[in-house]
């Protein structure tokens, strides 16, 4: 067993009722979480249509109960952006954001090509920059650009 298993499964027992699902996550669950930290969630369709088409998808559960998720988009061989990290506010600070990430990068690691290198990029607010450092993630240069597209048909 390699470290970061064995500290995931350290993280697992001490929580009761623990549950760690891979492609599970429902556009429900996933408009619910958001809610809980964001307000006003994206509509169920385009929710669902994410879903279908995000190449990773994690959540935790306790009891049974949806406590965490995040997702990976990305083509496997050159690039990966990580989305949608939310732990539950009751839920947050008890290592479970830290197992949403393993869990992640496990799976970049598990398909990527032997020996080559992925970029991993993610967005992150100021205050959220020192939990993902604790993983290796740096900032450059480089600035977000966007622009909310209207779709018409
Ligand atoms: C950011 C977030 C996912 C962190 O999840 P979490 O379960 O609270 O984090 P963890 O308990 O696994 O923390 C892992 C480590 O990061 C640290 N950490 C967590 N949040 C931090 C913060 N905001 N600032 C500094 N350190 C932080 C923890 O202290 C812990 O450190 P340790 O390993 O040295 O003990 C969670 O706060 C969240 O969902 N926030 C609201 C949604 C959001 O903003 N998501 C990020 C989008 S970019």
Known sequence: M????????????NMKNLEIKHDELTAEEFRYLWKSVWGEPPSLEQTELAMKN???RV??????RIVAMARA???????YYIKDVVVHPDYQRKGIGKILIQEILKFINDNGIPETQIFVE??????????????GFESNEAQRLRIMHQVRK
């Open 2 to 13: 390699d470290a970061r298993t064995g500290a995931l499964l350290e993280e697992k027992k």
């Open 54 to 56: 995000s190449l990773f």
């Open 59 to 64: 959540s935790v559960y306790i009891d049974n």
């Open 73 to 79: 988009i990305g083509d496997k061989g050159l690039c």
């Open 122 to 135: 993610l967005c992150a607010m100021p205050d959220k920059i020192p939990f993902y450092k604790k993983f």
